[in-house]
């Protein structure tokens, strides 16, 4: 993390805007990287949270716009099903997607560090083990998920 005055002297001669926002800024970051725990719940009655508001997700799976449109797939189906009762079909698209989004989350969390080490024996050993492994068969489970049919086999099961 850079400190504020040195970001405030390499745009001294910009525009009065963008010092009076950098002359605001009590800290400095390369990107903001916003998490919380996994909620409990995402529904209450006739309304559900999905995507971030649901599962906030680092990028480091490419996953939350694929989460959120895995969500509405799963949203869909459960509302199609029961269409006379909306407050139950949220509550099964809420089990349906909650145990999955969660574990992405966590993994996702989980490479917060990993991905940015520095330099040296931890680093190395990573890229060593990355660069053996088949990343989309380790991670099938992630990228051959299929969110129609994980919420057919729900409704089915039910």
Known sequence: MRRIEDLRADFAGWSDDLRALLAAARRTGRWALLDRDPLPRWTKGPVALLGDAAHPIFPFFAQGAAQAMEDAAVLVGCLAARPE?????????????RPRATRVQQMSRGRAESNHLPDGPAQRARDASVSEADPFAHNDWIYGHDAELAVREALAAA
Do not use: K, N, T, V
């Open 85 to 97: 009762d909306p407050s139950a079909a949220l509550r099964r698209y809420e089990d349906i997607r």
